[in-house]
Structure formats: structure tokens, C-alpha cells
């Protein structure tokens, strides 16, 4: 960036010397313009990337616009091609690198900036297949800072054209007026085209280019989202924290793309910054057709007021982005209230469709439908709220822009019969008045949009902070061992995510080859324990030493059934096409689920069609499937009856013979498959565990905690 501030200022200083040989005063101002841009981007080391990439668009094209410019002052500028670029269009660029380095300092923006930097720096390799070419090869980072330099250079182009446009207008109304067909039908044939055509193409290949960016830019936030909400079991933690993101399906499907772009119908941090630097960069440009426009009016033919249209436009457009800052001031929060209600209706209807069979059982139809005609009931009150405000707007914006449209006439109507304006001039500022307008009036036009991308860049931050705390939780001391075989808990006590401790300190030894069935009243805190092996529960204090190459899997006593084909929940949580057919078709044959092998292929609801009892054997054929070196069971075969809990049993014996099987159980019948018991008592709302003999030989490695002895 310090290198792109010195030759932006070296331009400057080329335009100064330009200026005074040429003796261009509003090359001096050019200057001026330049010298502010490269202090800008000179100071912009630290701020972000997104911002970054348009100050390093905006100062090339103030280098290169700005030399077109001293070119045209020293008479060295093709004149016959008819395209000479003004120099209002230079000092609009200039302004813009500068008004991206204040940009940083407002919180808001500093808030959405630091999401979108998490993909303008990406370091992934981005492959584009060409056709007829070898595929290019490039980062991420590379291609999203091309794609918005060459928006970004578009939008600048097609302002530039507008603005010639203006002026092509303003003679063709003059050539009428005066009776000049020579000029009338050179403006239209050759004048307009020249500069209609490339806008038209411009705008193309920008929204091209805008919607390339936008869904790679999506695809790209939801990979990194889904990414860290998946990682390190943080989805969970989350739940269990009660860390204050509801609803992340809703974020990571909905709240990314209308952050990006406004998901079709708002604005997002894009679309916005685009449409802000076209508005100001209209502003900037038709602001100076106004002010030489307002250089020869005066009121009475003596007091003269510099600018006159200009400062109407301003005075106009202030008076209503004021006024719309009071009318809709609730929005923003209201906004966001609506997008919670609709999630937890949402979420409630997906919830009635999964229970739907307990729903029915228990009859409980009508409960349902008074909890979610009560969600609902929040939505359509909110809702009047949100419309009040919003249809508030929409008649005050309405009333600007059609009031706004007769502004100039009003200014410039005694001027234009008074002989001191043209019909065209009175034209070009009625053009400049309204494109004024409509930039200075882009607040008025957006703050509906503004607030939804408040609340949705509100609801982003909020999850990223579940996140990130969720990451930085303190838990006890894992240590991975080389060449270990035995689980070692020492000193380990468990709490609740409140703080509340749950067990007396815990040591306890597992050892491989050992099977130990775990038995205990309910709620004592069985399955917290195997949780806290397992390594997805965070709240515990104390060491543990695991085995390193040692594989672990819990089956859980509700098993989960994920989207697919049977082939797919079956090989759960490898993909599809890990094992065999003929492997599943063993391990399904095992748990006595065989007649289901016809249908691997099929995708249904299978926990609609499936008992409790045959979801449980699918989830242990799962377990043959894996060959876990650790086999946690928590009450995994409880709502099978005895006969077939313990063929399930046997069969787990003799299919996986180096597997060791740590069982959570009620039922005694299950002792003989275990080596050692080991109960859970309560003590004072805290759990201990004490070493009961079992049935068959069992050998102790270690000492129990000897705060069960206590």
C-alpha cells in the first residue's frame, strides 16, 4: 500500500506541473485530490482487506483517469475520437480511496468488514476451467480482488458515461431549440452511441461479474461457517452452553447470502459498497455540473449565492434522510425480532414433522397446534409492527422523490424565462438535480434494507462469538500416549455447564481387553462420564490419558438416522461406499436386520419407518462396520428385550474380538458379557463410582477413587 501511495502521489505532483505549464487551474485541484489518495492508501496497512482492494482500485484509476486528464491539458489528447474524460470524474476516484480509509473507523462497518476479510484473504486454490484452455489456477484471495476491481472499474465507467450522457442530452436539446440539424443528428448518430454502447455492455458484464463473486463468495462463507461450527464438536458444546446463537441452520442457509448480497431481495455488504460509491461517485460528478450551472444566477440580479442548485439539492436531501432516521428508527431491532419468531416457527414445524409418530401416540395434535399458532401469533404481531414502519417509509421516500422531481423547475423556471439559461442547460440540471437527489437520498432509499443488514450482520456476529467462546473453553488435561491401550482418568471431576459440580474427583482405570458394564440409578450422571472419554463434553477438571492410536465410538441410546439412502445412514459416519455392500449385508444380517438388504438404495424416512429397537441394531451394525478399538454403549440396546439384547451381545463378542466394550445398562442379565461393574452412588447430589464384582473373572488394574471409600 506504500508503494501504491508514492505513485499516486507522484501523479500529483505530474498534474501540478501540468497545471502550471498548461495553465489548467482545475489541474491544481486534481492534484490536491491525488495527494489525498496516496496519504490514504500510505495509511491503510492495517485496515481491511475489502477496503484494501477498492483503494487500490480507486488510485489506479486515479493514475490512469488523471493522466488521460494532463493529456487533454497539454494538447496531446486525441480529441477526434470525441471522448475526453472530465476532470470531476478524476477527483470523484481520488475522493473514494479516501472515504474507504474512514470507513474503518465506523464500528458497523468495522463488524462486517471483518467477516468478509475471512474470504478476500483465503489462501484455498480456486481452479477455472477455461474452454479450449488449460485450467487456471489461482487463490481465492486473487480472484475475489479481481473480480471486485473489475465491478468496481465497470461502475466508474458507466458513471462516467452517464455523466457524458448528460451532456449529449443538454446539446441535443439546444441543437432543437435552435434550429441546428447539422448538430442534432451528429449528437444522435454518432455522440450517443459512442457512449450508450459500452454502458450497455459495462452493465452487463458487472452484474456478471457481481454474481460470480457473490456465489463463490457464498459457497466460500458457508464451507468456513460449517467448518468451525463442526469442528471440535463446537455445535454441541454450543447447545450445551446455551451460548446465545439460536438457530444456526437459519445463519449459516439464510443470514450468508443476504449478508453478501442481500439474497435477492436487500441489500448486502457488496451490493452495498457498490451502490454507495456509484451514488457518491453520481453525486461528486453531477455536483460540479451544478455548481458551473449555478456560476452566472443570481436573485434579483444582485445577491449571488455560489452553487445555488447544489446546496438546494443538499438542503433537500438532508431534510429527508433526517427525517427518515426518526421514522425508522425502530427497524432495525424489529427486523431482527422478525427473523427469530420465523426461525422458531420454522424450526417447531421441522420438530412436528420429526416426532410425528410420539405427536400422534400421545394425541397431542392439539397442543401442537395451539404452540405453534402461539409462535405464529408473534410473527403476525411483529409483523404490523415491521409494516407500520416500513409503509411509513415508503410514503415518505415516495413523497421525496415525486416532490424532488419538480425542485429544479421551481429554481431554475424564472431563470429560464429571463433568458439566462438554455432549454438544454435547464435540462442537464433538471438530470444533475435528480441524479443528486437520488445519491444524496441513498439513505432514504436503503434504511429499510440497512436495518435487515444490521440485523443480519448482528445475528452473524453473535454466532461467530458462540463460537470463538465455545473454542476457548477450559477443560481437564487430555494427554494422548504412545503405545498406551488403557484409558487413566486421575483426579477428573465433572460439572454442568452452570458450574455445578457433578462428581467427587474421579480416577479410574480401563483397561483394553476388559469389558466393564456401568450401572447406576438414572441421572446420576453415567452418560455425562462417557461423554467425557469420549471428548465432547468440555466441562471437567483433572488429567486423562488416552491411548493414541485407539479408536472410540459411543452409540448413544437414541440412535441418529441421518438424510439418505439406508447405504448411507448404515455406513455412518464414514460415507457412502466406505465398506462393501456385501459388508453391510453381513452386518445388517448380524443384528438380525436382514430383510432391510433389498433396500439399501431406498431414501426414506427411516426413522418414521424403523422401531426404536431396529434403529438401535442398525446403529450396532454401524459398530461392526467401524471396528472401533473403544465400544462405548449408553443403554444402546435398551428398547430391544432380553433374548435379542443378548444375541446383540454375542454377536459383538464374536465379530469384534480386539474390541473392548464399556456398557451403560440396568438390566444384571448383561453381567455375564462383562469382565467388571463398576456402579455409580449419589452423595450429595455428587456422583462417585465403586467396583462391584462381577459375575465372571474380572482383573483391576487400578484402584477405584477413593473418594467412593469415603
Known amino acids: ?29 486534481v492534484a490536491a485530490f491525488a495527494f489525498a489518495a496516496g496519504t490514504a492508501a500510505m495509511r491503510s496497512q492495517r485496515i481491511s482487506r475489502f477496503l484494501q482492494i477498492l483503494i487500490t482500485c480507486f488510485c489506479a484509476e486515479t493514475v490512469l483517469l488523471g493522466l488521460a486528464v494532463c493529456a487533454a491539458a497539454a494538447g496531446v489528447w486525441p480529441m477526434a475520437l470525441g471522448l475526453q474524460i472530465p476532470e470531476p470524474v478524476v ?53 475475489a480482488a479481481t473480480a471486485v476491481i473489475s465491478v468496481m472499474a465497470m461502475n466508474q465507467a458507466q458513471v462516467f458515461f452517464i455523466v457524458t450522457l448528460s451532456y449529449a442530452s443538454s446539446a441535443i436539446t439546444d441543437s432543437l431549440q435552435s434550429y441546428d440539424s447539422a448538430r442534432f443528428w451528429r449528437v444522435l448518430f454518432f455522440q450517443l452511441p459512442l457512449y450508450l454502447a459500452p454502458l450497455l455492455v459495462s452493465s452487463y458484464l458487472q452484474s456478471l461479474a457481481s454474481g460470480v463473486l457473490a456465489i463463490r463468495w457464498r459457497e466460500w462463507l458457508t464451507r468456513d461457517y460449517s467448518r468451525r461450527w463442526l469442528s471440535a ?32 431481495h436487500s441489500v448486502g455488504v457488496y451490493n452495498l459498497a457498490i451502490q454507495f460509491f456509484s451514488h457518491l461517485s453520481t453525486f461528486v460528478s453531477f455536483a460540479l455540473i451544478l455548481w ?77 397446534r395451539r404452540i405453534l399458532l402461539n409462535r405464529f401469533t408473534s410473527i403476525v404481531r411483529n409483523f404490523y409492527s415491521l409494516l407500520y414502519v416500513r409503509l411509513s417509509l415508503q410514503i415518505f421516500a415516495e413523497f421525496c422523490q415525486f416532490f424532488g422531481s419538480f425542485i429544479p423547475y421551481i429554481c431554475l423556471g424564472a431563470f429560464f424565462f429571463a433568458h439566462k439559461l438554455s432549454m438544454g442547460n435547464l435540462s442537464q440540471a433538471a438530470i444533475a438535480f435528480f441524479s443528486i437527489n437520488s445519491a444524496l437520498s ?8 440497512l436495518a435487515e443488514l444490521r440485523s443480519v450482520l448482528d445475528r452473524l456476529a453473535t454466532f461467530d462469538a458462540a463460537i470463538d467462546s465455545i473454542v476457548l473453553l477450559d477443560a ?18 465433572i460439572r454442568l455447564p452452570d458450574g455445578t459440580v457433578l462428581s467427587d474427583p474421579l480416577s479410574l482405570r480401563l483397561k483394553a481387553g476388559e469389558n466393564v458394564l456401568l450401572t447406576g440409578p438414572s441421572g446420576t450422571g453415567k452418560s455425562t462420564l462417557f461423554r467425557v472419554i469420549a471428548n465432547v463434553w468440555p466441562y471437567w477438571s483433572g488429567m486423562i490419558e488416552t491411548p493414541q492410536a485407539a479408536s472410540v465410538l459411543v452409540l448413544p441410546q437414541k440412535p441418529y438416522l441421518p438424510t ?75 428398547a430391544m428385550d432380553m433374548k435379542l439384547e443378548r444375541d446383540i451381545y454375542e454377536m459383538l463378542n464374536a465379530a469384534l474380538p480386539d474390541t473392548t ?8 442379565s448383561l453381567e455375564s458379557y462383562h469382565r467388571r461393574r463398576l456402579v455409580v452412588t449419589q452423595t450429595s447430589g455428587r456422583f462417585q463410582i465403586e467396583d462391584w464384582k462381577a459375575s465372571l473373572p474380572r482383573v483391576l488394574d487400578a484402584p477405584v477413587t477413593a473418594a467412593a471409600n469415603e
Not at 452452553?241 to 442481500?262: H, L, T, V, Y
Open 1 to 29: 500500500m506504500k508503494v501504491l501511495g508514492a505513485i499516486v502521489a507522484c501523479f500529483g505532483t505530474v498534474a501540478v506541473a501540468v497545471a502550471w505549464i498548461a495553465h489548467h487551474p482545475q489541474l491544481y485541484l
Open 233 to 264: 464438536h463446537a455445535h454441541y458444546h454450543m447447545v450445551l452452553a446455551g451460548a446465545g446463537a439460536d438457530n444456526p441452520d437459519q445463519r449459516i442457509q439464510e443470514d450468508i447470502p443476504r449478508f453478501i448480497d442481500g439474497g435477492g
Open 292 to 368: 458551473v450551472l449555478s456560476g452566472g444566477l443570481s436573485i434579483s440580479g444582485t445577491f449571488h449565492i455560489p452553487g445555488l442548485l447544489l446546496w438546494c439539492a443538499i438542503l433537500y436531501a438532508a431534510m429527508g434522510t433526517g427525517a427518515t432516521a426518526v421514522i425508522g428508527r425502530p427497524l432495525p431491532a424489529l427486523a431482527f425480532a422478525q427473523q427469530h419468531y420465523e426461525a422458531n416457527f420454522r424450526f417447531g414445524l421441522s420438530r412436528l414433522r420429526e416426532y410425528s409418530e410420539q405427536i400422534a401416540l400421545l394425541a397431542g395434535e392439539g397442543t401442537e
Open 564 to 638: 439418505g439412502t439406508l447405504l448411507a445412514i448404515v455406513s455412518y459416519p464414514s460415507e457412502e461406499g466406505t465398506y462393501s455392500r456385501a459388508a453391510v449385508a453381513a452386518a445388517l444380517t448380524g443384528v438380525g436386520l436382514d430383510r432391510l438388504i433389498p433396500e439399501l438404495d431406498a431414501d426414506e424416512h427411516w426413522t418414521q419407518r424403523l422401531s426404536g429397537g431396529e434403529q438401535q441394531r442398525l446403529a450396532v451394525a454401524r459398530a461392526v462396520l467401524a471396528r472401533p478399538t473403544w465400544l462405548f454403549l449408553d443403554e444402546a440396546t435398551a
Open 476 to 493: 481437564g488435561h487430555r494427554t494422548p500416549v504412545v503405545g498406551g491401550r488403557d484409558f487413566i482418568l486421575a483426579g477428573v471431576q
Open 91 to 143: 477527483m470523484t476516484v481520488a475522493l473514494f480511496a479516501v472515504v474507504c480509509h474512514f470507513v474503518w473507523r465506523i464500528p458497523s462497518a468495522r463488524r462486517a468488514l471483518t467477516i468478509a476479510d475471512r474470504y478476500f484473504r483465503a489462501d484455498d486454490p480456486l481452479r477455472i476451467p477455461l474452454v479450449g484452455m488449460k485450467t487456471i489456477v489461482m487463490k481465492e484471495r486473487t480472484f
Open 442 to 449: 441513498f439513505f432514504i432509499s436503503y434504511y429499510t434494507s
Open 661 to 668: 466394550i464399556v456398557s451403560i445398562a440396568h438390566r444384571e
